[in-house]
């Protein structure tokens, strides 16, 4: 069966083809995320019809300029009707990129821009001082047939200072990709401007147009993505918070402290910076989203061991092996790890009694982390069923997940304690 097409028809079906793939993906994207805010919807889709529109209107100019040379007054009527449409409905799309950079501006200057150009335009009707289209159906250019071009080129600027006003100082890499949105535009113009107006159906401006906005949507899908990291970091801090605040804790060191008061007022002096400086310290890294230098964290854990040996005082032995901390954990690692050996290991001891050792080692692509306990144990792929919320661990993996890509690994049997190790990669760390 012959199927073959003439050359005009193939030269539209490899134009349109791919863009109204495009507009329709696009538009599907848009309608289902359901992560992307209702104004913005609204303002994608509402540039989705213009551009279908500006599509529309270019295959129309396009068939009226290469349509019978016998030209009617009808026929350069709707001409320049389809060519005003053009003028006006290119710099809308572009105020609706500034909506999209700068949801809640008003933009009434650049609004004011379009009036002003669509009245430009539509003097085309009924004047020559914009364009108008002769007998031969030839395009007449006149003093403001670059009106359109002017008005744009305002709002590029306007455009540009907005994504450079709203993300470049809040260190937002992605603000380049508006940016290189409105070069991608300029170079549509361009190349409509050297290939020729009438070497295409559809213009180059019109294909770039599309083109910036599939990108402007992946630029907000990407905005969202940075948000709900940074909600997720909210979260988790406010969760380690909530387990970092252990009221039995506090009040035990107190009535530590109270004890010491009666009886060697220099130990409960020292016990008492010793408790305010780890209380400093927990809100210290609970705000920090950055990693800090190991010494810094073992410190801290240094300091909740040292006031649990004040309770404890014989029963609890700590002990340390340090062979290197030129690296560098998120906050809130070793100290959760340290307390979960001092709460779940030693004090489940029947005597109540047990050592916890710290360690650290370095190889040649990682450095290990090790807390360990001789309490009972437990299986660690199963959380016990005690009564207690046991999200500490699974906060100290996540953050090393996502911080560094580092991990937990825990290791324990019954009767054997239990062994906690934190790996931080070195590509995932800074060395002092």
Known sequence: MDISMSQPTVIYLTILAPLLIQIVGLTAAVLVDSYICSKNRRILLINIGLLIILILQNIA??????????????????????????????????????????????????????????????????????????????????????????????????????????????????????????????????????????????????????????????????????????????????QIMMTQIKPHFLYNSLGAIEELCESDLKAAKEATVKFSQYLRGNMDSIATERMIFFEKELSHARLYLELEQLRFEDSLEVRYDISCCDFKVPALTVEPLAENAVLHGVRENDDGRGCVTISTREFSDRFEITVADNGPGFDPDSIPDDGRDHIGIKNVRERLQKMCAGDLVMESSSGHGTTAKIIIPKEGTSRC
């Open 61 to 238: 100019d396009d068939l009226l300029t290469k349509g019978d040379p016998n030209i009617h007054p009808e026929v350069i009527m709707q001409r320049t009707a389809v060519s005003v449409l053009g003028y006006c409905i290119r710099p809308i799309v572009l105020v609706l990129f500034c909506y999209i950079v700068c949801p809640v501006r008003k933009c009434r200057i650049p609004w004011t821009l379009i009036g002003v150009n669509a009245a430009v335009h539509f003097t085309a009707f009924f004047s020559h001082i914009c364009f108008w289209i002769d007998d031969n159906n030839a395009y007449q250019g006149e003093p403001l047939n670059y009106f359109c071009l002017y008005v744009s080129a305002l709002l590029f600027v306007f455009l540009i200072f907005l994504t450079i006003r709203e993300f470049y100082y809040a260190r937002n890499k992605s603000f380049w990709i508006p940016i290189l949105c409105t070069v991608y535009i300029v170079f549509g113009v361009l190349l409509d401007y050297n290939v020729g107006w009438n070497e295409q159906p559809v213009t180059f401006l019109t294909i770039s147009m599309i083109g910036s906005c599939l990108f402007y949507y992946l630029w907000l899908h990407l905005q969202f993505v940075k948000e709900h990291e940074r909600d997720l970091m909210t979260a988790q801090r406010l």
